[in-house]
Nanobody, 130 residues
Framework: QIHLVESGGGLVHAGGSLKLSCAVS????????IGWFRQAPEGAREQVSC????????AYDAAVEGRFTISKDTTKNTVYLQMNSLKPEDTGLYYC???????????????????????WGRGTQVTVSS
């Protein structure tokens, strides 16, 4: 069974940075996808970024591309989300989740929708003040 635990959230001023961690336990083949999503109060869970467990493919939502970077440390079984140049609209509860497959269209990884994910962590809160 796969278990995910997020950490690293907090309160920062606009323009600041945070690094989120997603500790992954359980067997995760290289073709699985780990995704970061966020959910604002009374909003839907929206994709932020994702990567295959192999690390061969990554993807970002247009709203965060160039500011956020997804990465992994295989020795620690942890996936990271480095968030720079944070904006108030980045505020939300950030979740990591996993899919038991990868979706590639013309070689580009698709993060998919929240409903497509097979499991989630409990989330970590990110608040960006203006």
């Amino acid at each position: 069974q796969i278990h995910l635990v997020e950490s690293g959230g907090g309160l920062v001023h606009a323009g600041g940075s945070l690094k989120l961690s997603c500790a992954v336990s359980g067997f995760t083949p290289d073709y699985y996808t780990i995704g970061w999503f966020r959910q604002a109060p009374e909003g839907a869970r929206e994709q932020v970024s994702c990567m295959t467990v192999s690390g061969a493919h990554t993807a970002y939502d247009a709203a965060v591309e160039g500011r956020f970077t997804i990465s992994k440390d295989t020795t620690k079984n942890t996936v990271y989300l480095q968030m720079n140049s944070l904006k108030p609209e980045d505020t939300g509860l950030y979740y990591c989740g996993f899919q038991s497959h990868q979706s590639l269209i013309y070689g580009k990884l698709q993060c998919g929708r929240a409903i497509d994910y097979d499991g989630w962590g409990r989330g970590t809160q990110v608040t960006v003040s203006s």
